[in-house]
């Protein structure tokens, strides 16, 4: 367990300092990813947020990449019982325990990650925070990706074309679209798309465009159809094992939570939302048939119509929680109006 190894490395650093007093201790956070290196979170925002922590504590904690080759899902327990001390992962891969966060999740809500990253961590101070959803676990960061678009082997000349379609699907609100626009959904984390699509087990998959380059999907897929505001987003969630912070001193704790927050939520927002040009370019690059549709198309219009009720299908589902969702939403949104400007 690793932080068995960690205390033992505390406990040797500890020793030798009370020996000779010319020691300082550090402490090394072992950060859990599990997409690829070309993945945003990977290439820019993990590296960037290791320099922040370093930086910030004076080199008193340490942040170490570490691939996670477990199910995705399992990165929030992995966190919590302390196999590591950091990671992220989809909220809604774990349906049910974070639901609020789902406001971003949306449809039709947001055009720019970084945007609806902010909006959703201020939302999450102002209304979630109280909610505790997050009991276990130390909250550093909420982030969305950017517009979730459609990938796929047969052309969408409009929303008929999708019927019955094989779609994976990633879980949370974009599963009631799917359910909408009557796909047949498969469940699936992003990362298994190109392998069920190469082997013909869906015909396509609902993910941002930035996954053309970081998935492949330029490989597997013939059609990538561009909706101004997308699909969809998904919510994402940075968590550190409680029991790791609270062992750090008030300082490095403020330190750590200075470059947290609002700031690394803006920082995964805005990678990610910027990696969406590179994969559009990649799927052009390598002969994708790339359509981007303007908001008069009869295809946009009629997915509007679909989305319609979403907010309250949203308000519904998390009537279980201790939180004004109607006033969450309406603050939501004029984050979202504000920082979109």
């Not at 033992?8 to 020996?19: D, E, K, T, W």
């Not at 101070?125 to 550093?140: I, N, P, V, Y």
């Not at 974009?174 to 992003?190: D, F, G, H, Y």
């Amino acid at each position: 367990m690793i932080n068995l190894k960690k205390s033992l490395a505390f406990g040797f650093c500890a020793g030798l300092f009370g020996l000779s007093g010319a020691v300082s201790a550090t402490t090394t956070l072992h950060v859990a990813t599990w997409l690829p290196p070309s993945n945003p979170q990977n290439s820019i925002v993990w590296p960037a947020w290791k320099n922040m922590v370093e930086t910030a504590t004076e080199g008193r904690v340490k942040v170490v990449i570490e691939n996670y080759t477990g199910a995705p899902k399992t990165i929030f327990d992995a966190v919590e019982d302390g196999v590591y001390d950091v990671g992220f992962s989809v909220n809604a891969y774990l349906p049910g325990r974070f639901k609020l966060a789902s406001v971003a999740e949306i449809p039709g809500e947001i055009s720019s990650a970084e945007a609806g990253s902010v909006a959703l961590w201020r939302t999450y101070e102002k209304f979630f925070k109280s909610a505790q959803e997050f009991q276990g676990l130390q909250l550093l960061g909420l982030f969305v990706h950017g517009p979730g678009q459609l990938h796929t082997k047969f052309p969408v000349n409009t929303l008929a074309d999708l019927k019955g379609k094989k779609m994976r699907v990633g879980g949370g609100l974009v599963n009631e679209l799917a359910a909408r626009l009557e796909v047949t959904p498969i469940s699936a984390p992003a990362p298994k798309s190109y392998e069920l699509m190469q082997q013909g087990v869906v015909d396509g998959t609902f993910l941002p465009s930035e996954e053309q380059m970081t998935l492949r999907l330029f490989e597997v897929s013939d059609y990538l159809t561009i909706f101004p505001t997308g699909l969809y987003t998904t919510a994402f969630s940075i968590v550190m094992n409680e029991d790791t912070f609270a062992d750090l001193s008030k300082k490095d704790r403020e330190a750590i939570m200075n470059v947290s927050g609002e700031k690394l939520s803006r920082l995964a927002g805005a990678t990610w939302g910027e990696a969406d040009n590179d994969g559009i370019q990649i799927a052009k690059a390598n002969g994708v048939n790339v359509t981007k549709l303007s908001l008069d198309d009869p295809r946009v219009k009629n997915v509007h119509k679909l989305e319609e009720g979403m907010d309250q299908t949203w308000i519904d589902s998390v009537a279980d929680r201790k939180v004004d969702a109607k006033a969450a939403l309406a603050y939501f949104r004029e984050n979202m109006n504000e920082l979109s400007k």
